[in-house]
């Protein structure tokens, strides 16, 4: 038995192995890319890790200040889509998670049918126009501002936690904002972060919306400017670079302007994985 184990272990270990590499692999290659030489890349020479190491490529996309404009312009919008996104997500998730609000089924079935069925790209993009949004940064967050799925996640987390909890706040005189605020979402911190994240990476992500939306190129978002960048002409086969006079093959600045948009969500990550491997209720109660 224990032999059958040992050997089901090493199965595992090799398939996850195996499977992170191939996860890993487009992503370092990316990167490989990016920080090689002119010629390690004319060459094709390139796999997991960067050959003649240079900067230049970056060098040359940073120096763009419409990538610097982009990156306020999707900050912003993430910032700012998220917060509105999470307060309108936890106040419909808490609201509708209540067995005695008269009609919870009833709006929730509403909720749940644009899950399933839409209006459409060309009525949705006559109601963004008609309403003021079209050309402007609301347009990107306001029509997309609750997600279905984070919506039924945060509400079915809602109603798993324990009645007496609730119940003993409203015995006290606490309103349903205090118990919302002082004893729901602190239990809450996993699924939020969670959530939280899920939002944060739609709207770095967000491209079509922007694409559909925006004209003003000083509103670009960043995956919209990098499209620009890319397929546009700004980038040229090669580039002479300030000072240096190296030249910079555009292979290594589109795999650049890839690595620029990506790893700034990266980074965020690292901060929010705790939250998703505590105990929902660790803490909840105390003897």
């Known amino acids: 038995m224990k032999n059958k184990l040992s050997i089901g ?3 595992n270990g090799v398939l996850l192995v195996v499977l992170t590499f191939v996860c890993l692999y487009p992503f370092l290659n990316v990167i490989a890319y990016s920080l090689s030489g002119y010629n390690a890349v004319l060459t094709g020479n390139v796999t997991v890790l960067p050959k003649d190491f240079c900067l230049d490529a970056y060098r040359d996309i940073l120096a763009k200040k419409q990538i610097w404009q982009a990156m306020k312009t999707t900050v912003f919008v993430t910032v700012v889509g998220t917060t509105v996104s999470m307060l309108l997500t936890i106040f419909a ?14 709006v929730t079935g509403l909720i749940l049918f644009t899950m399933y069925f839409g209006g459409g790209l060309l009525p949705t993009f006559l109601v963004v126009k008609n309403v003021g949004l079209y ?3 609301g347009a990107l967050f306001i029509p997309n501002a609750i997600n279905v799925f984070n919506f039924i996640v945060m509400r079915t987390f809602f109603k798993s936690l324990p009645p007496s909890l609730e119940e003993a706040a409203r015995i006290d005189g606490a309103s349903y904002i205090q118990v919302l605020l002082k004893i729901i979402l602190p239990l809450s911190l996993p699924i939020i972060a969670t959530i939280g994240l899920f939002y944060a990476v739609e709207y770095w992500n967000s491209y079509f919306n922007a694409l559909l939306y925006i004209t003003t190129p000083e509103k670009y978002t960043l995956q919209l400017r990098l499209r620009s960048l890319l397929f546009g002409g700004e980038l040229n086969s090669t580039a002479n670079l300030e000072g240096g006079g190296s030249m910079v093959l ?12 990506t790893l700034p969500i990266l980074v965020v990550y690292p901060w929010l994985q705790k939250y998703f491997v505590k105990g929902v209720m660790v803490g909840s109660v105390k003897g």
Do not use: H
């Open 93 to 106: 998730a808490y609201t509708l998670s209540r067995k005695d609000l008269v009609g919870r089924k009833f």
């Open 135 to 137: 050309d402007s940064l």
């Open 9 to 11: 272990r090493v199965i």
């Open 250 to 261: 555009s292979q290594s600045l589109k795999m650049a302007t890839v690595a620029v948009s």
